[in-house]
């Protein structure tokens, strides 16, 4: 038996819709795989940047006497830090910013001999939020104002010489594995000068070639400032690191 189909404008009309439903169907099925996959390379791929030049200094430290100095300043207001470390009033001062009130002060003084460093020897970021201790590179705000980060001399802190793109860290060990198998390009910054960085500004302490005297200062803004309370702003110790390979007494 033959089985013959009338087609009809109606039976146009129907089948259009269904093409076109199903049109409709799949660029909605399409958009929603392209947003899922933007996530995912979101999630694994981060945009790591490198620091800026936003002041060069000329501050003489060499009239004052370091033994006689605390050990340095732990998140100190800036608007206070005069009060209590007054030697370093023309550091304080020389602090690109309009209101001291809004900043944290960080300050170090190392006495540092041959092959020791002065801060962490290996790559990280500072300010990275932590929760129940363990840092997510997720929740860094970048709409924040940045760090800024100023060294008397050497040894010199080490950066990355241009932004690149890394895996996203799940600590600072994941990031520092992923910048040493890159092998992209590093850059020192330049004593007497201040240098703007944010949450993802790899960098690194270097070890010092001779025995020297260092002064380190970091300001953050209260918006990133960790919201531990802070018993005492005057550091008591500054501890170095040590090159096991090298090292000898």
């Known amino acids: 038996m033959t089985v013959i189909k ?25 958009r929603r795989v392209l947003r899922e996959t933007f ?4 999630v694994s791929v981060m945009i790591f940047n490198t620091f800026e ?24 207001p800036l608007d206070e830090a005069e009060s209590v470390m007054p030697d370093f009033k023309c550091l304080f001062d020389s602090a690109p910013v309009n209101d001291k009130s809004e900043w944290e002060l960080d300050l170090k003084i190392h006495m540092l001999m041959n092959d020791q460093f002065p801060c962490l020897p290996n ?3 500072d300010n990275v939020p932590r929760f ?4 997510d590179y997720s929740k860094c705000d970048l709409e924040n104002p940045k760090m800024l980060l100023w060294v008397s001399g050497a040894p010199y802190t080490e950066f990355l010489k241009y932004r690149e793109s890394f895996n996203h860290p799940l600590s600072h060990a994941d990031l520092a594995e ?4 890159s092998k992209v390009e ?4 330049k004593g007497q000068c201040w240098v703007s960085m944010d949450q993802l500004t790899p960098h690194r302490g270097t070890i010092s070639n001779e025995p020297t005297w ?3 200062a970091r300001l953050t803004h209260k918006s990133i400032a960790p919201v531990r309370p802070v018993n005492n702003v005057i550091r008591r110790h500054c501890q170095v690191y040590l090159n096991p390979e090298s090292f000898s007494w």
Do not use: P
Request: proline share 0%.
């Open 6 to 30: 009338v087609v009809t404008h109606e039976t146009h009309r129907s089948e259009n819709n269904s093409v076109c439903r199903l049109a409709r169907s799949t660029r909605r099925n399409a």
């Open 39 to 42: 996530k995912i390379l979101e």
């Open 53 to 76: 030049i936003v002041k060069n200094t000329s501050i003489d430290l060499s009239k004052i006497n370091m033994g006689d100095q605390y050990c340095g300043l732990f998140r100190c």
């Open 123 to 125: 790559w990280h970021c």
């Open 132 to 135: 129940d201790g363990v840092t």
């Open 178 to 181: 992923s910048i040493r198998n």
């Open 186 to 189: 590093t850059v020192k910054i």
């Open 214 to 216: 260092r002064v380190f």
